[in-house]
């Protein structure tokens, strides 16, 4: 590593810090005076606010904000290297365009190894205590209020209740099916099934269980019972912000278990997966954009330069949130709509590098 790769990375990790510190906290000002209310109602103190909450939200928000954080800190270090006209002198001494670039590329690689080990790892887990904290303080009770619930717990195994409590832990109207291929084998039902927290186990009121055998049928009855399903409260539990709060390896088991149980809202659990993924690409894709677009000397000076990178990025911002949303309605694959975001802006960084004079 040169002197001159230090000195720009020097400046290029210095100048991302502080505009992820200073972007964030403004952010969280604002996340405090329209929350302050809750605080003042639940009598929170300040230790409580900052250390279960907004030492949590911080990085949430840092992640969230990297492609402008990125951007920005990007054009404002080579708009002033460019307006003191150190990128000529470079560009004079015989280094190549490409190699002025590689210093950039290896501060973009330090910041998406970071990226992606927190928003696999780390971020998640500040989430957790995040997401509770907003549940319990700021949110309103979760009621589960979802009808005639249908749940494959197992190969050939269905569960249906018409109605489930998630403050008593209460299902009405159970009944469980056994079902080989198309042809219903085994139908158990009950008025109610209730989870024994202390057993951790569903107690089931008396049943009647129909068995088929071709056109026989033997019908009986069972008495009250305990039992163990491949069902949890937790599945009938708040889905706040779920995603966020899972892991990696924890999304990946989650999204498996929906895809067992044949559950239709999978996209948006593989959206954020995807994402995880992508956004360390993007990192380095803005980057390189932001070089091409600001080392040459601008009339507009730096600041319009700085402007011009927060527009830019709030159009990756903007088609990363609706690539998401068409993800989360079915209309496009999680993993392309992942993708779409850096595929468009690799194809405006190739089409820069080739047309833009440097």
């Not at 002198?89 to 970071?114: C, D, K």
């Not at 600041?303 to 088609?319: P, T």
């Not at 993993?335 to 080739?354: E, K, N, Q």
Request: contains cysteine; positive net charge.
């Amino acid at each position: 590593m040169k002197l001159l790769d230090k000195y720009i990375i020097q400046k290029f990790l210095t100048s991302f810090f502080f505009v992820v510190v200073v972007l964030v906290a403004v952010i969280c000002v604002i996340d405090f005076t329209e929350k302050n209310d809750d605080f003042i109602k639940h009598n929170l103190s300040a230790g409580t606010i900052l250390f279960e909450y907004y030492i949590n939200l911080f990085p949430y928000y840092a992640n969230l904000l990297s492609p402008i954080t990125v951007f920005i800190s990007v054009v404002f270090v080579t708009a002033r290297l460019a307006a003191r006209t150190e990128i000529v002198a470079i560009l004079a001494s015989g280094v190549s365009f490409q190699r002025l670039l590689l210093p950039y590329w290896m501060g973009a690689a330090v910041i998406s190894a970071v990226t992606f080990g927190l928003t696999g790892w780390g971020i998640p887990k500040a989430n957790k205590t995040r997401v509770e904290f907003e549940k319990k303080y700021v949110k309103n009770p979760f009621r589960y209020d979802a009808r005639n619930i249908h749940i494959k717990i197992g190969p050939r195994s269905y569960v249906y209740m018409e109605s489930y409590d998630n403050h008593s832990n209460i299902g009405y109207k159970f009944a469980l099916e056994t079902i080989d291929g198309t042809v219903l084998k085994r139908r158990l039902t009950a008025d109610a099934i209730s989870w024994d927290s202390t057993r951790r186990a569903w107690h089931l009121t008396p049943q009647l269980v129909r068995t088929f055998n071709g056109p026989l049928e033997v019908l009986r009855t069972v008495p009250a019972r305990d039992t163990t399903l491949n069902l949890f409260p937790k599945d009938f539990g708040s889905t706040y912000r779920l995603s966020e709060t899972l892991t990696l390896p924890e999304l990946n088991r989650y999204i498996q278990q929906k895809i067992d149980r044949g559950a239709d809202d999978t996209q948006i659990y593989l959206s954020e997966k995807y994402e995880r993924y992508a956004y360390p690409y993007a990192i380095f894709i803005l980057t390189t954009i932001g070089v091409i677009l600001s080392a040459r000397k601008s009339r507009a000076g730096v600041g319009g330069q700085i402007a011009l990178g927060f527009v830019l990025a709030f159009v990756f911002i903007i088609f990363v949130l609706l690539s998401r949303n068409l993800a989360q309605v079915g209309d496009m694959s999680p993993m392309l709509a992942a993708w779409v975001p850096s595929i468009v802006f690799t194809t405006i960084g190739v089409v820069l590098y080739r047309y833009v004079p440097q």
